[in-house]
């Protein structure tokens, strides 16, 4: 870093005056343009005595981060430094009880129980730190495009729809605008966090993404499943057979079955090294999965394309792989649970 940037770093601190967040990061994107090869982040701290901002600048680098801030001649009395109006610490109301944040806090022990829970509130925090160091500026056709595809997945077709969407959720239209934001800025840095590998990737696990058509049957009893392993393995049933036969013993409330379609990895996760060499006739199981003991017919195999929905699940597939890097290098705190709870749950993040 050098004293001009710093200069002029501090000097754009300075001009923000009392701008708020979403304009302090319009403003950065011009500092930025001046110096394109130094990583810039932008942070900020709601002082809630008087709704103000206090803005920080980083700059992350191999050794460490370098902090630039600049505090005006505004101070808050220490005492009121951090605190909050108590209509924030307010979450809702039930028949004249209120209930408070913390509160609904202590009640999410689930969160101890549930590493993949943990992992998305750990990821979010991830991505939007890397959102802002990798300058992701997402044009207004571009949000359009994701506004567009947020709606039709959910089926609102119409406005009428979607704003029936929006009242059952009181989600105003602002944070609708923000929910899709992120599902956008989520997208385009999983394409740039994939770069040009996507291709490589295929070659060297083109097997694993042959498509499988599969009934999945799910036994309660351990005999049952093997019996109609048995079954299928004697008769040498095929295609309708086969879906007969599961339609035929979950009426009779011995199985849960589906017809359902993937990626051989799919398979693999859950049935090992048996589902790598499965083509169409091949009965894999049964295994305990689900709670229960399963067993998988495969129906139809074709042949790995790369395609859309392939590409786009490698691309995810390396989102995930560059998340779990970067859990495992992040400093993580935790302002709830005891130590041991807290401890257990980072080190589960970072293995």
Known sequence: MTAELLENALEWLRELGDVRPEEARERLGALRARYPGIAMRLVWQREAATDQYHYDLLFPSAEGTTSLAFAPDRAIPWPLRNSQRAGEQLVLRVNGTDMLIEQVISLLDVLWD??????????????????????????????QEAMDAFRRARGLLTAQATRAWMAERGVSHAQLERIVAVEATVAALRQKVAGGRVEDFFA?????????????????????????????????????????????????????????????????????????????????????????????????????????????????????????????????EWFWGSKSRTDELTADLRS
């Open 114 to 143: 549930d590493a993949a829970l943990s992992r998305r509130l750990v990821n979010a925090c991830l991505i939007g730190q890397a959102a802002d160091v990798e300058d992701i500026d997402l044009p207004d056709d571009r949000l």
């Open 204 to 332: 060297d696990h083109r097997d694993a993404f042959d498509r499988l058509r599969v009934v999945r049957s799910r036994y309660a009893d351990q005999a049952h499943a093997e019996a109609a392993v048995a079954r299928l393995r004697a008769a040498d049933v095929r295609g309708a057979e086969v879906v007969a036969m599961a339609t035929e013993e979950s009426l009779a409330g011995l199985a849960t079955s589906r017809i359902e379609g993937g990626y051989r990895e799919d398979l693999i996760t859950s049935y090992g090294a048996k589902a790598v060499e499965a083509r169409a006739g091949t009965v894999i199981g049964p295994a305990a999965l689900e709670g229960g003991f399963c067993f998988a017919y495969v129906l139809a195999v074709e042949p790995a394309v790369l395609d859309r929905f392939t590409r786009k699940f490698i691309e995810e597939r390396l989102l995930d792989e560059w998340l779990r890097e970067q859990r495992r290098h992040a400093h993580v």
